[in-house]
Nanobody, 124 residues
Framework: QLQLVESGGGLVQPGGSLRLSCTVSGVTLDDHTIGWFRQAPGKEREGVSCISPTGRGTVYMDSVKGQFTTSKDTAKNTVYLQMNNLEPEDTAVYYC?????????????????WGQGTQVTVSS
């Protein structure tokens, strides 16, 4: 059974960095695309980034391009979201999701499996 577990969230000051991890069990990353999404208070969940089975990472959210990057370690079956220069507007619950597809997607309806989410709070 496919399971995803996020970790690495927490409280960080503006301008700080965090690296989120999404550990996947039950399947390999060789044929699954992993997406990162976030849901800020009072807002809908939106796609942040994605990494394909080939390791190609894409950041969808214009506001975080240049700040966030996604990568993976296939030996550990783990996907990462490196977040730099964080701002209060980045405060949200961050989720990873998986789908068995070779192509990335920013649409949450295209993903079949979801983690429980990890809270990121950016505040001084």
């Amino acid at each position: 059974q496919l399971q995803l577990v996020e970790s690495g969230g927490g409280l960080v000051q503006p301008g700080g960095s965090l690296r989120l991890s999404c550990t996947v069990s039950g399947v390999t990353l060789d044929d699954h695309t992993i997406g990162w999404f976030r849901q800020a208070p009072g807002k809908e969940r939106e796609g942040v980034s994605c990494i394909s089975p080939t390791g190609r990472g894409t950041v969808y959210m214009d506001s975080v391009k240049g700040q966030f990057t996604t990568s993976k370690d296939t030996a550990k079956n783990t996907v990462y979201l490196q977040m730099n220069n964080l701002e209060p507007e980045d405060t949200a619950v961050y989720y990873c999701a998986a789908r068995r597809h070779l192509v990335c997607s920013s649409r949450e309806s295209n993903y079949n499996y979801w983690g429980q989410g990890t809270q990121v709070t950016v505040s001084s």
